[in-house]
């Protein structure tokens, strides 16, 4: 088994004497205490293994949304399956983009797909409170693990000497939120152990001094953290904190107006070489396999929010919502670990178009059947359009079973050793959408699933409109079956080595004077040739190529909103797709979609806060 999280009893969130800057903040989180009179901080904390038991809340809280998994949510308002910390990064990073769409009509979640959001936003409000509730648990651990508490309660110096490393998590953790809550929102209250527990208005800083106050965390906490590779899996080490650090620096530009290109790649540098984490020799796949944590991936996940069947209750957060939702149509959940589908996130066109024309083997179909059983020579796309049977019928002598046949997004054509051996007939479109063919590409990064789905998405609210995605597997790579069907084993990797290969490459291009465009060049091109893509020369590593190439390696990783946005192509109309702005074709948005509107709940709750331009 993967890290145990032991889930800690609801009356936690009273005897951690949770201030009332979380209720400020937040207004109504649920802090109220089953029992205020026999749970007292104290008596939980003369328990030494309490210590361990407090940092195991933090971590569990980014991927389940309650005590007993999602029972028992730590928000009120909103369900635990739906605060899930993990389950509303996606929606605000990959939902927005390019990268992802969502079919269900749940309160103002339609919104996201669209860049039409407002301050009302019940998702908004989840993330926001969210991060917000974590903060609040590390301040109340480190109130109460001060050298002083420590020694009046008696504790022994070897379990001192580990609460030092456990603070430096929470402390990481806490930055960790800080950052997500930057990034989406910009200027948001900082409180810390040292504010006063006691209803009061937190003061709203600017997105420059919250930077500023995250960078001076994880830079203070080096000495304290586990060294690299250390500490036990799903927990943070040095790198960790560098990795976290070289990303905001990547992002400084946004954040502070301050470039600190050569900052982040000195750190990615660092990583790369001295950290001990490698580059994962093993297919693509395994990376988000059931599996990850032992099948080699592991080498390279730097951070993994940690999966597990059995000892973590996400029915519907984390890693659960991410393989269900991704599952409808006529997929197979079985194939994918799965108990069932959700019919919700599928991915646009323009991320498809990314990856070039398929290139790969085909399945042919009579008709728009679901069946696939059913093998015969002709494709019908969802035009009406066919290919000519005689070409592909099996018992026909055009098609060949041992070859590989390529299809063309751009004219419909199929051919095989470069020889165009079907085309469509009646009128042609461009770029048609098969129903009934499993389309593969050569670079194996993009894992779809097509039969059935068309490329083209009309209805957002209809699941077979648009590619689905099956990059993430709840069956261990060797083919066996999880541990359980319907709440997966996989773990999430929040950082990886991968990323920062590519956040070198990318800090170099923009100037970074300790970067090295033939090194970059390395780091690109042996991603590219784990997933059996071609390898790129120095002239075509641009900056457009490393974002494209972020979207192809890190996809539904949670990082395409924050990408798009450093490279000034999330709102505007310099990269548009399906559904942006609302229209099927998509249009160009107002830049100031480029930060989230401060959640009215929060405002009602802390008048003092001023909120975003523009809502």
Known sequence: MKIS?????????????????????????????????????????SDPASY???????????????????????ISGIGGDFSSYLRLLFI?????????????????????????????NEFLYGIYSRAFYEISIANEFLRQTTEEKLTARGVD??????????????????????????DLFGNVPITTE??????????????????????????????????????????????????????????????????????SATLSNEIITASGYT???????????????????????????????????????????????????????????????????????????SFGEPNGEFEFYRTKSKNLATRTGILVNENGLAFDSNDLAEDQSGYDSSKTYSFSLTDGTITTNGVVVAAPT??????????????TWADSRISTYTPGQTLDIANVATFTNGYALTKYSNVNSDGSLAQRNDMPDTDFPMFRLSDVYLMYAEATLRGATSGNAATALTYVNKIRNRANASPIVAGNLTLDFILDERGRELYWECHRRTDLIRFGKFSGGDKIWQWKGGVQNGTATSSFRNLMPIPATAIQANPTLKQNTGY
């Open 194 to 263: 040292n504010d006063a527990v006691g209803f009061y208005y937190p003061e709203q800083k600017t997105r420059a001094e919250v930077f500023a106050y995250i960078e001076s965390e994880l830079i203070a906490i080096d000495a304290d953290l586990a060294a690299s590779k250390s500490n036990e899996y799903g927990r943070i080490d040095k790198t960790a904190a560098k990795f976290l650090l070289a990303q905001i620096y990547l992002n400084s530009e946004v954040y502070t107006g301050n470039k600190k290109y050569t900052e």
């Open 92 to 120: 605000m990073q990959e939902v927005t983009t390019d990268e992802a769409i969502i079919g269900w009509a749940d309160g103002a979640l339609p919104t996201m797909n669209t860049q039409k959001w407002s301050s009302n």
């Open 426 to 439: 009646g009128n042609a479109v461009n770029k048609p959408d098969l129903l009934g063919m499993q389309i």
């Open 5 to 45: 999280f032991k889930y800690i009893s609801y009356f936690l969130l009273l005897i951690l004497g949770l201030n009332m800057t979380l209720i400020s903040c937040t207004q109504d989180l649920e802090v109220t205490p089953k029992d205020d009179d026999e749970f007292l901080s104290e008596t939980f904390f």
């Open 279 to 353: 580059f994962a020799e093993v297919p693509y796949e395994f990376l988000f396999a059931a599996d990850n944590n032992r099948n080699g991936a592991q080498t390279e996940t730097i951070f993994p929010v940690v999966g597990d069947g059995n000892a973590i209750r996400a029915i519907g957060g984390g890693m659960s919502f991410i393989l269900h939702a991704a599952i409808g149509g006529s997929m197979d959940a079985a194939a994918q670990g799965m108990d069932g589908g959700w019919a919700g996130n599928r991915t646009r066109r323009e991320f498809v178009s």
């Open 52 to 74: 361990k038991q407090v940092l195991a809340k933090l971590y569990s809280g980014l991927y389940v949304g309650g005590n007993d998994g999602d029972g028992n949510a730590d």
């Open 157 to 182: 110096a070897s379990l001192k000497t580990e609460i030092a490393t456990f603070r430096a998590e929470a402390r990481f953790l806490r930055a960790f939120s800080y950052t997500q809550l930057m």
